[in-house]
């Protein structure tokens, strides 16, 4: 596992990748983006030559720290297995060299192991910050994510309750509204430009439940996958973030949020200078659905893809790495509806070049449901352009399900070039795989024991004389092959004597 943590009450899962999100028997929020006064204040960009001070000043009134509190519930095992909640990576020495912060709120027990389960009860902090005056106010959905009661408490000290209005687990992003009749609040916007790398940037929070904490940096890198959901687009920064900091805000010189501090990796629990931060791109699009639906509403293509690599790539005959080949087309889909079909290679959506599986995934997500959009693909060597009406993401995933014949005569037969070898499958379409040379390109590739082919070269399989078929018919010095395992279905490349 990656050595990534949740800036919250995500425990350490792994080496180091770990939330910054200090416990106290559950979970941690902290203060975030930049105070933009009541009457929006637009100062000057700091110079960062003279300090933060400044910056300082205007944001902190916007940023709070959230405080979680959760009702017992039966521990996981895994939690039993540890005698309770576990202490993160790193907060046994620090509790050790600083006693006086054991028993603080907010340093408690630090993050849990199991980000669903707080087997405890108890209370959690973390941080957030406030984008509107009557009120409404940012953070991590693993910060209150299952909470009992939800509060506020602002720079001056003043406690306010709070409800959650939304959350989105698959941006792990929250929406909250303090509840306080008559009160006008200081608040931070979402900035409008696009961060570079290089720019400096200042991150709020609450580490280790010391209370708000100013740390800056510069962005290290943009467009991070870290591997926390389908749509990960972290922006990297070097501004230190430890536990405590998650829903923080990350601002710009003028002020302005640009990230929203949400992981952290860290071999130790502690910053190593490697954090996470959810762009204002991204952020302003989900809050916004969050405050009008309550929750987030995307755009649906229904297919299952991946990327094209190199291999692929020369098995299809096409010049560049790009796209993202549809691996399955989900029944009573857009795509379906629009004639997508399995190993077509998507090129292009509303106009816009498609440059990975990921792009694609995220491309669609924005786009309204509903809205019909041109979609380029690339079939058998030739470019076809369709017109696919983009439908409502559903809760639950549908899966393709496809009726095919199968050959039950013919036995097991070896398929030395390719190091396989192969028996009708006895479930559905397809042949499965009964054996994998060691050594072989197969068995590099991935390919093990009870997998099942679905497709060699573009055409479907159903015995293993068809596999024959489809090989002897190929003509590239690879040859793309369906494979579907219990994780799903995937192209791989396996180069052929022709090769």
Do not use: C
Not at 185 to 190: G, I, K, L, P, R
Not at 265 to 287: E, K
């Amino acid at each position: 596992m990656s050595n990534f943590t949740k800036n919250t009450t995500l425990g350490a899962f792994a080496a180091g990748l770990m939330a910054a999100t200090a416990l106290v028997g559950a979970v941690s929020v902290l203060p975030a983006t930049q105070a933009v006064a009541q009457n929006q204040l637009q100062a000057a960009a700091i110079d960062p030559s003279k300090g933060f001070a400044d910056l300082v000043d205007r944001v902190m009134p916007a940023v709070v720290s959230v405080q979680v509190k959760y009702a017992t519930v039966a521990a996981t095992g895994e939690d039993q297995a540890q005698g309770g909640r576990q202490m993160p990576n790193g907060m046994e020495d620090f509790f050790k060299q600083f006693p006086q912060f054991r028993n603080m709120p907010g340093m408690g027990q630090g993050d849990q192991g199991d980000e669903d389960s707080h087997p405890n009860g108890g209370m959690a902090m973390g941080s957030g910050f406030i984008i509107s005056a009557d009120g409404y106010a940012v953070t991590n959905n693993h910060v209150v994510k299952d909470a009992d009661q939800v509060s506020v408490t602002m720079k001056d000290g003043a406690e306010y309750k709070a409800e959650v209005i939304g959350t989105d687990a698959k941006t792990d992003l929250a929406l909250i509204k303090i509840d306080a009749k008559d009160k006008k609040f200081d608040y931070v916007s979402f900035t409008k430009d696009e961060p570079r790398v290089g720019d400096w940037v200042m991150a709020v929070g609450n580490p280790f439940g010391l209370g708000g904490t100013v740390t800056t940096g510069i962005v290290s890198a943009l467009g991070r996958d870290i591997g926390s959901g389908p749509y990960d687009n972290f922006m990297q920064i070097d501004a230190a973030i430890n536990r405590g900091n998650s829903g923080g805000p990350a601002f710009n010189l003028e002020g302005e949020v640009v990230g929203i501090n949400t992981a952290i990796f860290s071999p130790s629990g502690g910053s190593v200078g490697i954090g996470f931060a959810i762009p204002a791109s991204t952020a302003q699009n989900v809050i916004e659905s969050l405050k009008e639906n309550g929750k987030v509403t995307r755009g649906w293509l229904g297919v299952q893809i991946q990327p094209v690599t190199e291999d692929i790539a020369e098995s299809l005959g096409l010049k560049d790495a790009k796209g993202a080949i549809v691996a399955d087309v989900t029944e009573d889909s857009p795509a379906l509806a629009a004639g997508v079909k399995q190993g077509d290679t998507i090129l292009k959506i509303d106009g816009k070049d498609v440059s990975d599986s990921r792009d694609l995934s995220r491309k669609v997500a924005g786009i309204k449901p509903g809205d019909s959009v041109p979609l380029t693909v690339v079939r058998d060597g030739k470019t076809i352009d369709l017109d696919v009406k983009i439908g409502t993401m559903p809760d639950d995933k549908k899966m393709a399900s496809k009726d095919a014949g199968k050959d039950e005569g013919d036995k097991s037969v070896s398929l030395a070039d390719l190091g396989l070898r192969v028996a009708p499958a006895e479930d559905g379409p397809g042949v499965t795989v009964t054996d994998v040379a060691k050594g072989s390109a197969a068995a590099g590739m991935g390919l093990k024991a009870g997998d099942t082919i679905l497709e060699v070269a573009g055409q479907e399989v159903h015995a293993p004389s068809d596999v024959r078929a489809a090989l002897k018919a190929n003509d590239k010095k690879k040859v793309l092959i369906l494979v579907k395992t219990g994780e799903g279905q995937r192209f791989i490349a396996l180069p052929t004597a022709k090769g």
